[in-house]
């Protein structure tokens, strides 16, 4: 199982970007999927969620501006990410926990991204 973030970019504050994370592979069902960001220094903090039947939570500092949206069809979770400021800085990483194959039988785990990088300047 593979997660493919990308999207990530240099922008001027007040901004906008959007983040995309595609699952792949040997996995037959996708529940809540996430996305987590790491600013230098910093501990990775939760941006936002959205579980396997679309409810989404955020976190305090991104809610109302950033919004968090998935395709089933696509295996593929979105960050819209608008009005950015200098402190949305940071290594975006997509989450996802899934239900996969291994070997003949099945199993269940979290799965992360590689992380694509946001810059935002003043």
């Known amino acids: 199982v593979q997660l493919q973030a990308s999207g990530g970019g240099l922008v001027q504050a007040g901004g906008s970007l959007r983040l995309s994370c595609t699952v792949s592979?040997?996995?037959?069902?996708?529940?809540?999927m996430s996305w987590y960001r790491q600013a230098p220094g910093k501990q990775r903090e939760l941006v936002a969620l959205i579980t396997g039947v679309g409810s989404t939570n955020y976190g305090h500092s991104v809610e109302g501006r950033f919004t968090i949206s998935r395709d089933n069809d696509k295996n593929t979770m979105y960050l819209q990410m608008n009005s950015l400021k200098p402190e949305d800085t940071a290594v975006y990483y997509c989450?996802?926990?899934?239900?996969?194959?291994?070997?003949?039988?099945?199993?269940?785990?979290?799965?992360w991204g590689q992380g694509t990088l946001v810059t935002v300047s003043s």
């Open positions: 592979g040997n996995f037959f069902a996708i529940n809540a």
């Open positions: 989450n996802a926990a899934l239900h996969y194959y291994r070997g003949s039988s099945r199993s269940a785990g979290d799965f």
